[in-house]
């Protein structure tokens, strides 16, 4: 009788100290991965002209010529590094596909540059573009940057498991694009159901 009651206890105690908790349990087919994130510098493209004659560079080096490029390098970054996060995590990859809903933009480097009328200006840290500036108007001589950040939904299908897996998944994810490609995060990473 004793022996039952402290093997009760001891799986009570057991259950209870999951990894995460019960919601780690959850079976999630097909997570949304939602973020914001600062894109790397190769996921947007630059003007095919400068806004400004005998500008010496318009563009940031790594930077993308065209939006189809930004946009192919984009997904191929995402999917490589969901698909690693994948694989790291033990779980089969057969059949999956990764997509996601980003979009580049065109963004100009005012370095060599003292008047601003293009569009969009940035600033870039660690390989990222963390900063942007619309264009001046005559007369203003000073850009004024504002944090950039985009939303940014990656959509695993054809894969199923745990909430704890999943978690593994976005941790590993994140490191490998923030690692490989530059990319920066701000707040958290959620995981839903489609």
């Known amino acids: 009788m004793i022996v039952l009651l402290l ?3 001891f799986t009570s105690a057991v259950n209870g100290c999951g990894a995460g908790g019960s919601g780690d349990n959850e079976y999630i087919q097909n997570p949304v991965f939602a973020m914001t994130i600062s894109p790397p510098i190769g996921w947007t493209y630059f003007p095919t002209t400068p806004s400004v ?3 010496a560079i318009w563009y940031f080096v790594g930077q993308s010529n065209d939006t189809l490029t930004a946009k192919d390098r984009a997904d191929s970054e995402i999917t490589a590094a969901m698909l690693e996060a ?3 995590a033990n779980l089969p990859v057969t059949g999956v596909t990764v997509s996601n ?3 580049p933009i065109v ?3 005012p370095i060599g540059s003292t008047t601003w009328t293009g569009s969009l200006y940035g600033k870039v840290e660690g390989g990222a573009l963390t900063q942007t500036s619309p264009g001046t108007t005559a007369g203003t001589t000073v850009l004024t940057y504002q944090p950039y950040t985009r939303q940014l939904r990656v959509t695993v299908n054809n894969a199923a498991t745990t909430r ?3 978690n593994i998944v976005k941790n590993t994810f994140l490191q490998k694009m ?3 490609f530059h990319a920066r995060f701000a707040g958290e990473v ?3 159901k489609v």
């Open 164 to 166: 704890f897996y999943w």
């Open 101 to 103: 809903d980003y979009q």
């Open 53 to 55: 004659a005998n500008t």
């Open 86 to 88: 994948i694989v790291a």
């Open 190 to 192: 959620t995981i839903s």
């Open 107 to 109: 963004v100009e480097n």
């Open 178 to 180: 923030s690692m490989n």
């Open 7 to 9: 093997l009760t206890v």
